[in-house]
């Protein structure tokens, strides 16, 4: 469910960050591949807690890139996990900005990504998840 702010009811966001000009491109939108990192980072959030360990990035099942993000824009990220097998997660990320403008908020859903990864030992080599 979306609340009056438009940020997913319930849930904390895994990460929020501003959007600053350093990571815009001359047409004052925000580079996909900074969006892109921080997805990695929210998804590898929930995916480390559940493996209690290292894990490392396999694959990004899906991104879309739903509306852009602009220098100011507030995004918030949420990260869940959707799938698990013997040694890999896969955690959905959604992407909201809130776009400030004096007394308004916008907030929009800006990206959805599907992401997974593989919990590993000290050596990097793949390790059954615990419990699994």
């Known amino acids: 469910m979306i609340t009056d702010s438009g940020l997913p009811e319930g849930k ?3 990460i929020r960050v ?4 350093t990571k815009a491109n ?3 939108s925000i580079f996909g591949g900074w969006i892109m990192a921080q997805v990695d980072i929210a998804g590898s959030i929930p995916a480390e807690m559940r493996a209690k360990g290292p894990i490392v ?3 990004v099942d899906s991104i879309e890139f739903k509306r852009p993000v602009f ?3 507030l995004i918030s990220c949420y990260a869940d996990i959707v799938a698990e097998g013997r040694t890999s ?3 959905k990320v959604d992407v909201y900005a809130q776009r400030i403008r004096g007394a ?3 907030t929009i859903m800006v990206t959805k990504a599907k992401l997974v990864y593989v919990a ?3 050596n990097g080599k793949p390790r059954a998840l615990p419990g699994k």
Request: charged share 25%.
């Open 104 to 106: 308004d908020i916008e």
């Open 26 to 28: 001359k047409g004052g």
């Open 57 to 59: 990035t396999r694959a």
């Open 18 to 21: 501003p959007a600053t000009p």
């Open 89 to 91: 997660i896969t955690v």
């Open 12 to 14: 904390i966001p895994v």
């Open 120 to 122: 590993v030992d000290l």
């Open 71 to 73: 220098v100011g824009d």
